[in-house]
């Protein structure tokens, strides 16, 4: 079992930009794809961006595209989310999740999630 523990989230302004980290507990992160989700009030939880075991592959939802990009440091046992261009509609609480497998939907594991608030 792995735990993943997201930090970076906040209130930001329209255009502005965040970070979003994820620690993962075990040594071997690397043998896991991570994906990043998020869930607005009152909508189901929905894909952001998916990246594989090595970082050679990345997946993006289409409302993301081009402004949000994942990354990974096996090293370090982290995953990224860089956030551009932040839109009040990209409000929600953000969780990153691991599977065995490079997907937009089947997870294994999940963080408790960080708050991400945009302003207009």
């Known amino acids: 079992q792995v735990q993943l523990v997201e930090s970076g989230g906040g209130l930001v302004q329209a255009g502005d930009s965040l970070r979003l980290s994820c620690v993962a507990s075990?040594?071997?992160?690397?043998?896991?794809?991570m994906g990043w989700f998020r869930q607005a009030p009152g909508k189901e939880r929905e894909f952001v961006a998916a990246?594989?075991?090595?970082?050679?592959?990345?997946a993006y939802a289409d409302s993301v595209q081009g402004r949000f990009t994942i990354s990974r440091d096996n090293a370090k046992n982290t995953a990224y989310l860089q956030m551009n261009s932040l839109k009040p509609e990209d409000t929600a609480v953000y969780y990153c999740?691991?599977?065995?497998?490079?997907?937009?939907?089947?997870?294994?594991?999940w963080g408790q999630g960080t708050q991400v608030t945009v302003s207009s």
């Open positions: 075990r040594r071997t992160f690397s043998v896991y794809a």
């Open positions: 990246i594989n075991r090595n970082g050679g592959s990345t």
């Open positions: 999740a691991a599977s065995s497998s490079f997907s937009r939907v089947a997870y294994d594991y």
